[in-house]
């Protein structure tokens, strides 16, 4: 086996604990923290938000793999319906990353344009429910899932520099593990 394999293994080891990390950073701060940092009763969605930014710099697998993980913790943090986010926030990166990967380029554009498509998925299928089984006019559903979407996009922006820091670095090695 050639040297480069041992150090793109290593490389890919270090960078799956870091993202791991950087979401249960983000968890704790969205369970622990942030309930108390209510603004007019809304509550940001920081899970979404990382585990797009693992997509857009890391690619297809990373990012679904970061949206299962994200989706897991956001159902357990939410008391949601069963697999709602898990499987939510895992088609999302796959969706987000292969876009990432085929279309769109790398950039704070890409990532702010798709986390505001997720976080307003994301807020759409919280209310959907409420919409058939609770008789609620839809008016007030709409405006609460827009602030809650405005909300959440405000910590998009220090969200960004640890997911493209973690993304650069592994970019930092080509397609079949080499090092650039």
Not at 17 to 35: G, K
Not at 161 to 179: N, T, V
Request: with cysteine; hydrophobic share 55%; glycine share 8%.
């Amino acid at each position: 086996m050639n040297k480069w394999f041992f150090a793109t293994r290593r490389s890919l080891i270090v960078s799956i604990v870091l993202h791991a990390l950087l979401i249960i950073i983000v968890y704790v701060f969205q369970r622990m923290i942030f309930p108390y940092l209510r603004l007019y009763g809304f509550v940001p969605l920081l899970l979404p938000i990382v585990s797009t930014g693992i997509a857009v710099y890391e690619g297809c697998h990373a990012g679904g793999i970061a949206g299962l993980f994200a989706g897991i913790l956001c159902d357990v943090s939410f008391n949601e319906a069963a697999g709602l986010f898990t499987v939510l926030l895992t088609v999302m990166g796959l969706l987000v990353g292969m876009f990432a990967d085929t279309i769109l380029t790398r950039g704070f554009a890409t990532f702010f344009l798709s986390c505001i498509a997720v976080l307003s998925i994301c807020a759409f299928t919280q209310m959907f429910p409420l919409l058939f089984y609770e008789n609620v006019t839809p008016t007030p559903l709409l405006m609460t899932a827009l602030w809650q979407t405005v909300y959440s996009l405000v910590f998009a922006i220090p969200l960004w520099f640890p997911a493209r820091a973690l993304g650069k670095r592994a970019q930092r090695f080509s397609a079949s593990g080499r090092p650039l």
